[in-house]
């Protein structure tokens, strides 16, 4: 049964960092197109970042520079390291997985396959 479960959330400052791992089971998550996403109250769901089967990588332009995704195959676990935090960084955080090559429109979540319940990050000014 494929499990995604996230971890890492909380509340910081602005400018600070947290890093988030989402724990896999279920599947090997070297096999799998992995990413994260968000989604703040009252917006929609968006793409943070996603890393393909293959290990190429993609981020949202709103988090390029202060984000890196990444996959520990040995842990089989999804990191993402989150620096120079800002206020509209706020959101509910979840991973999500597809086997194989990543959807076409991964960055809106669709064709995402399996979810994670999330965790909450909170960025004060």
């Known amino acids: 049964q494929v499990q995604l479960v996230e971890s890492g959330g909380g509340s910081v400052q602005a400018g600070g960092s947290l890093r988030l791992s989402c724990a896999a089971s279920?599947?090997?998550?070297?096999?799998?197109?992995m990413g994260w996403f968000r989604q703040a109250p009252g917006k929609e769901r968006e793409g943070v970042a996603y890393?393909?089967?293959?290990?190429?990588?993609s981020y949202a332009d709103s988090v390029k520079g202060r984000f890196t995704i990444s996959k520990d195959s040995a842990k089989n676990i999804l990191d993402l390291q989150m620096n120079s935090l800002k206020p509209e960084d706020t959101a509910m955080y979840y991973c999500?997985?597809?086997?194989?090559?990543?959807?076409?429109?991964?960055?809106?979540?669709?064709?995402?396959?399996?979810w994670g319940k999330g965790t909450l990050v909170t960025i004060s000014s």
């Open positions: 999500a997985a597809v086997v194989g090559i990543c959807p076409r429109a991964i960055m809106s979540g669709y064709g995402m396959d399996y």
């Open positions: 279920g599947f090997i998550v070297s096999s799998y197109c």
């Open positions: 890393i393909t089967n293959n290990r190429r990588i």
